[in-house]
């Protein structure tokens, strides 16, 4: 298929990332293996439970406003941001204030998941190996290094007698879209 051009390789990963061929992603991008990560996050959710209404990197304005790695109603509306970087405490206080702002638009009361009868705010869920001292007044922030980690924090035990370890590479891009192979 390579061959023929149906399909590119990046043979800059392992095991490989395989694109449409038509992907407007560079093979060599650096943010493949966030991709990556977004895809096995995704992947560790549904292992839990279903998602609906899920978006990859959805746009809630222009730049400088807030922009989730993952939004999905998992249990509850939920915004996903996967760290795999360290950051400092001032770096993740600036994006949950981003957050504090979009809160305060009331234009989150507008999007079309939400009940007519209750408004809600999503929670914010911080996929990271380092604990960040953030600060909010309006909006629920919790840490984990994984989904499942997150599940034990909150419930006690996991769902699932064995940790998932999601298949890398399971996307298809269109056109810089996203998508998990069925």
Known sequence: MTRDNHIKCSTL?????????????????????HFLELVDTVIEMKAHRETKNLMIEPKYGDKGTIEPDIFAI??????????????????????????????ATDDWKDEPWQKSDKKVFPSILII?????AVKSTNLKIYQSPSISDFIESIS???????????VKNVIQTNGGSLKLKK
């Open 13 to 33: 990963h392992s095991p490989y990332v395989y694109f449409n061929a038509d992907c407007n992603i560079r093979p060599d991008s650096t943010k493949i293996p």
């Open 74 to 103: 998992w249990y509850q509306p939920i915004f996903v941001e996967v760290q795999r970087n360290l950051y400092t405490k001032d770096t993740m206080q600036k994006k949950i204030d981003l957050y504090e702002e979009y809160f």
């Open 156 to 166: 006690g035990e996991s769902k699932l007698q064995i940790k998932p370890h999601p």
């Open 128 to 132: 990271t190996s380092t604990r960040y």
